[in-house]
DNA sequence: TTTAATGCAAAGAATTTGCAAGCAA
DNA sequence: TTGCTTGCAAATTCTTTGCATTAAA
């Protein structure tokens, strides 16, 4: 059901946009796959003995190459996800859990737009806010 | 065809959150309403003599109140607009100009979210991120 | 060997905080 | 008058940069 990759085929990817392959980068992506979505600082807590610089210069590297996507956050952090994962994401506004769900057709909104607009269109992003359920669990309390 | 308020709404709209009522918020939440979208950095060029730290409060608090909407974008800056405001972005990769449209049709997508995930739904922003008609000009050339 | 990757330290940028002075109610 | 609002200065937080060291191809 998920779609991760193990780490030969992630050489291959790295291959396939010309990187070296480094452990460091392979890291970085189990991470970016196990976690979830995590921020940079998520990454660097599960990887000791990075640097964050390092972190950061891959990170944004993959993001330029379109292998990870970023999702920018209201506090200001973003957080990392593979590109390839094609779903949209419930962000809980009070602990923060997201829980992704794949709806595949809003490539619609993506025509309708660039009808509208003219712009030409490549991507779109969406959050969707709300209470998960522990924390609607919690509040009844 | 806008959703502009003239002050004495915007006056009203502070009242009913219990605000007190001081030109600055009048002048910020006026610059939010013509500016388009935005960032605190912006709104500190067009309103003199305000100190930046007077416009993040107030924003944060606005946004605490759901009277603003808070955007974030990827390079870690965020945008505001009124909260009452009903549309869609589209977002120039190149420029950054940001033109809006309307598509009211998306609360489809909240239900659909929190059957699949059991969310108490409230909200969703999305960005649609693509090369407005400028920039594609200037790049046939 | 050649060039890219790493990482420390320092710089930079956006935002928040502490606190004193000013103003709305 | 009372307490919210404002704003300066300093502190924080996240991210980037310069440059010397290390490692991949």
Known sequence: ?????????????????????????IQI????IAEGHP???????????MSLTTIYNN????????IVKELPFENGM???ELAKTNNYH??????????????PNLIEVEDLASRLTK???HRHIMGIYGICTDCQHTAAR
């Open 1 to 25: 059901m998920n779609g991760n990759l193990d780490s030969e085929e992630l050489i291959l990817l790295l291959k396939e946009h010309g990187l070296r392959i480094t452990p460091h980068r």
């Open 78 to 80: 973003s957080r990392y």
């Open 90 to 103: 419930v962000i809980c506004q009070s602990c923060g859990l997201i829980v992704d769900f794949t709806f």
């Open 29 to 32: 992506l189990e991470m970016i």
């Open 39 to 49: 921020t940079v600082e998520e990454i660097a807590k599960r990887v000791p003995n």
């Open 119 to 121: 712009y030409k269109v």
């Open 59 to 66: 990170v944004k590297q993959f993001v330029s190459m379109n």
